[in-house]
Every structure is written in C-alpha cells, then in structure tokens.
C-alpha cells in the first residue's frame, strides 16, 4: 500500500486510480460503516489528487425519501464550505442522481442551472453511487479549478473505485 500521504507525483492517472481502487479495498475490508467508508475515500482522492478542489458526497436524505420528496443532502466531504441540500435535477449533483448517470463538466458556468457554492470551481464531475442492491445513495462530487479538469479515464476510475467501495 502506498502512504496516503505520498506524492503520487509520475504516476499516470489510470495508475492513481489502480492504487486508490487496491487501497481502499484493503482499507474497508470487513467496515460496513458508510460514513466511515464515504470519508475514507474523500481521504484518499483528495490525497492522491492534490489539485482537486472539493472532493465529497452528497447523500440521499432516507427520511426526505419516505416523504416522497428527492433530495441530496451534504455528507462527508473535504474542501470549502459545500452547499447543504440539492434537489434531484438540480445542477450537476441533482442531474446525476436524477438521471443515475455520471455527469463530466468541462465549465461549469455553461451547464444550466449549477449550483456555485465556490465561484473558484471551473469544471465538475459527479459519479452516482449504487449500494449492492443497485439503490442509488448518494453521488460522488468532485470541483477543480482547471478549466476541462475531468476526462473518461476519471469517469473509469472513479466509477470502479465507487462501485468497489459501495456496491461490492
Ligand atoms: N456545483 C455543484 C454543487 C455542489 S458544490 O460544487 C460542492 C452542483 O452544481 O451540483
């Protein structure tokens, strides 16, 4: 296992993911706890990937679901404050639990309707999250301050990594 706190400085982004994916196995193995599996992984991600400027979850509000209304609630997350609760279909977070589909933001002022809780956050991506039963329950959000930040080898990566962690 790599310290967590090492620069992962020459290693190409698959590879990161390669690590995360074999770390966070054998960090979690035998922990059931979600909070403590959801805050492990923000950890990791935001170690790995120094440059990621707000790395969290937002979760699915369980009490808000048996109202019959659908709404994301903040969970653990590292970076400047996030804004609390997010309507599904409301910006990046909303549209990926709404549509169940990972959302890549090249430039998050072009998308309709993003929710900017920091004006430094330029592009996004937000990956949703499946338990073992397929329900989704949260999704995965992560800001940078680049502009195009995000790619298909993010969209690989951390959909293997979420699904290694949450649905396996
Ligand atoms: N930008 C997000 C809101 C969450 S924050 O970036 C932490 C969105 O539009 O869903």
Redesign the pocket.
Known sequence: MHTPSAPMAGYTKSEIYQYLIRDARAILDEEPNRVARMATVVSLCAQAFPDWF?T?FYCVDEVKKTQGVDELVVGPYTGTL??LR?AFGR????TAAATKTTQIVPD?HAFPG?????SR?NS?I?VPVFDGSGELIAVF?V?SEQYDSFDETDRDGLESLIEVVFAS
């Open positions: 707000w969290g996030g804004c997010i910006g990046v977070c909303g998050v993003h929710i900017a809780c920091d956050s996004e937000v959000d800001d």
